[in-house]
Structures are given as C-alpha cells and as structure tokens.
C-alpha cells in the first residue's frame, strides 16, 4: 500500500465495524513497521534508529567518520556533573531517579495515572528541580540537554519500551496519532506527510527520515545548531518549517506527540545522544 | 562641521549613481515578460519553492516528491486545469503533499498567474 495515511484510516474504519473501537497502539505500531519493511525492504529493522542514515547509504559514510570523534562527547560528561552535582539542600538529580545506573531514558514518556498527563523525561527533571528548590533549566537546549545526553547514553542499547496503561493514557496516544496526521501551517502538511508518506525522497536536497525510530536517540547534536537539542526542538523546527506556530516544548500538544511517535520505536534499542546534520 | 560638508555633496553624488543604476534596471524589469518573473517567483525559496519537490530544467539541485514538470503544454490542454493544481493541489488529490498556493495566500493572485504562465513553458 502506497499511501500510509489511506492505510491508517482504513484499518480504523475497519477495526472501528470489527470490534467498535479505533485500532490498538500495538496494531498501529505493527502497521507502521510493516509499512516501512515494504517501502524499503532491504533496511533491517534494528536500523532504523539512524534516521536518514538507515537508508542512504552516501551520507551514511560521512556520518559515520564524524560519529568516531562524537560531537556530543563532552556533553555527556557535562551531564553527569549536572545530575550529580549536590542541590542546597544536599540531595541532587541522581537522588530522584535512583534506578538511573540502569538506564532509565528507554522507559519515558510515561503515564502518569494520578496527574492524567504523559511525563516526558525533561519533565521530570524540571519537576525534580523545582521540588528541590532549585532553578529550572530551559528546554530547547543547554543543560538540560547535557543531561538527557548523559541519561540517553546509560540507555544505550536498552529496549524502548512505553507503555499505554489505562483508558486515559489511551486518549493521550490517540491525541498525539491525530497530530501526527493532522494538516498544520500555511505549507498545510502533516508529519505523516513528509515521514510516512515520503521517507526516502528528497525534499530539495534533504532525504526524508522514516519516523519508525525517531525518538530513539535524542538529543541530538545537529552540525546546523552546533549544539545540542532536544526532541521537541525539532518538533518545533519541523513544525516551523510549514509555516505553522510551534507549540511550546513540554506543552500537551508536544509530549502526547511523544507519547505516540515514541510508542512507534517500541522493541528498538535506545542510542542517544546522537549526530545528525 | 566638515562632516555635514561631506554629507552634503554626497548626497548628489549618490542620486546621480542610484538614478544611473536605476535607468538602466527599471525598464529590464518592466519588461521582462511574466514567464521570467514567473519563474524568479517559482524558484525563489521564500515564494513559490516549487524546486523542493520537482525537478524543472535551469533549476538546481531539485527534490523529487513530485513529478519532474515538463511537457506541461501537452499534459495539460487546458491552462486552467494547470492553474487548479497550482491554486489547491487538494481538490485533485486530498492527501496531496503539495500546498495549495492560492487557496493558502502562498502566492498572491498575480505571482500565481506568473509562476502558471512560467510552467506552461516547460
């Protein structure tokens, strides 16, 4: 099936006749990687937490010389300090997430039952922050970045795995899914539209990246920023790009949107931080 | 004081200069034809972009999301139904990527007149 966007709202309606109910996040998760394993049947499905990498094999080389001497490196090591360093109050960071040495970045965003909202992980890192009476850090880039850089990089290698526990969190998916193949901006395109419907082709010289996989290795150093950033920076940007507002990172809008794409990747293998042009 | 000197016989000098560039550009612009500024219009990233998603001959480094454009006189007997797709890709083709250019105000009524006259040299 040529047209994703067709595809989805087809299952729907017939998922919606079968069982009187939308399709489940599992299914759209199937569809979506099936979907792709069609489009490009030679990509391995492990591979697709590399972006456009995955499946353009001249700038893959060139990635792949620069991931040898990584960008990002010492934003790690920045992220650490940060998520150790002592608060006035003597705790830290660490102190609120203390499975963290086992990888923790691979289970965000998470359901919150008692809130009835997703918490992304830079959320809860301003909560804690703020809990502790601390200063908050600004979302787009910088410190907290540096330390999603260092959390990501204990994921590596790890499942994701988000789940979609209850009703509520069902309707927070559902919200993020409509986003993604919503119409936005005076260019008037959906996510879907550049990332299901055209993975692969060129949009003037950039090759378009399949969505399956997108979350996995954020934040991520972009040699356009020369810095780091985060996920929903680059909602922003794409969000930009169509001459749509961006909504603000750590809005509603953003982390159900993260709840759904993030749900996507579920069984790849965390990488963050990662390079990208 | 020497400053406002200065200043003052500047000024002539740079009426003289931007008149002189002036006569020489001004009537170029008039008159060159609506195809040539169609196609400023139509390659031009900030209006039209069309070179995003479709090859057209002069231009460089073209995407490929649509159809090359070419043959277009041939492909499209009539001019309007040309101007159709331009003005809202959408009623053709709902789930078409391409932005609808006059229904959105991308393009105003005459740049999109321009950048239709443009295509239909292709």
């Known amino acids: 099936m040529r047209n994703f966007t067709a595809y989805i709202v087809i299952t729907g309606i017939l998922c919606g006749f079968a069982f009187g109910a939308q399709a489940s996040p599992e299914s759209d998760r199937k569809a979506f990687v099936e979907y792709y394993k069609k489009k490009f049947p030679k990509v391995k499905k492990s591979e697709y937490v590399n972006g456009v990498y995955a499946i353009d094999a001249a700038s893959r080389a060139q990635w792949e010389s620069i991931e040898e001497f990584p960008p990002y490196e010492i934003f790690i090591d920045e992220g650490e300090t940060l998520f150790k360093k002592k608060f006035k109050n003597g705790k830290s960071l660490a102190s609120c997430f203390p499975d963290y040495k086992k990888g923790i970045a691979q289970t965000y965003p998470q359901w919150d039952s008692k809130r009835k909202m997703v918490v992304t992980l830079p959320l809860a890192i301003n909560e804690c922050l703020k809990k502790n009476g601390e200063e908050e850090f600004e979302y787009n880039k910088g410190k907290i970045a540096s330390v999603l850089a260092y959390l990501g990089f204990l994921s590596r290698g790890k499942t994701i795995s988000v789940k979609v526990p209850n009703k509520d969190a069902r309707a927070a998916y559902e919200d993020g899914k409509k986003f993604y193949y919503?119409?936005?901006?005076?260019?008037?395109?959906?996510?879907?539209?550049?990332?299901?419907?055209?993975?692969?082709?060129?949009?003037?010289?950039?090759?378009?990246?399949?969505?399956?996989?997108?979350?996995?290795?954020?934040?991520?150093?972009?040699?356009?920023?020369?810095?780091?950033?985060?996920?929903?920076?680059?909602?922003?940007?794409?969000?930009?790009?169509?001459?749509?507002?961006?909504?603000?990172?750590?809005?509603?809008?953003?982390?159900?949107?993260?709840y759904f794409l993030t749900y996507m990747s579920n069984g790849l293998k965390s990488n963050a931080p990662g390079m990208r042009k | 004081m020497k400053f406002r000197v200065d200043f003052s016989t500047a000024t002539p000098i740079a009426v003289l200069i931007i008149s002189l560039i002036f006569s020489i550009l001004v009537p170029s612009i008039a008159f060159a034809g609506d195809e040539e500024q169609g196609k400023a219009i139509a390659f031009d990233r900030k209006k039209g972009n069309c070179l995003a998603c479709h090859a057209i001959e002069g231009g460089s480094l073209p995407g490929n999301i649509g159809p090359p454009l070419e043959n277009m006189k041939n492909r499209y007997p009539d001019k309007a139904k040309l101007r159709d797709q331009i003005f809202d890709a959408t009623k053709r083709n709902p789930n078409s990527i391409m932005p609808p250019f006059g229904k959105h105000e991308i393009l105003t009524k005459d740049e999109l007149d321009k950048v239709v006259e443009f295509i239909y040299t292709l």
Not at chain 1, 204 to 213: K, N, T
Request: proline residues 5%.
């Open chain 1, 182 to 258: 919503t119409r936005r901006g005076q260019l008037n395109m959906a996510c879907a539209h550049c990332h299901l419907d055209n993975a692969g082709k060129r949009i003037r010289a950039d090759i378009l990246s399949p969505a399956l996989g997108h979350t996995s290795h954020f934040p991520v150093y972009r040699a356009k920023w020369q810095e780091l950033g985060t996920l929903h920076r680059r909602f922003g940007g794409c969000n930009k790009q169509v001459r749509a507002k961006p909504f603000k990172p750590q809005s509603e809008e953003y982390r159900n949107l993260e």
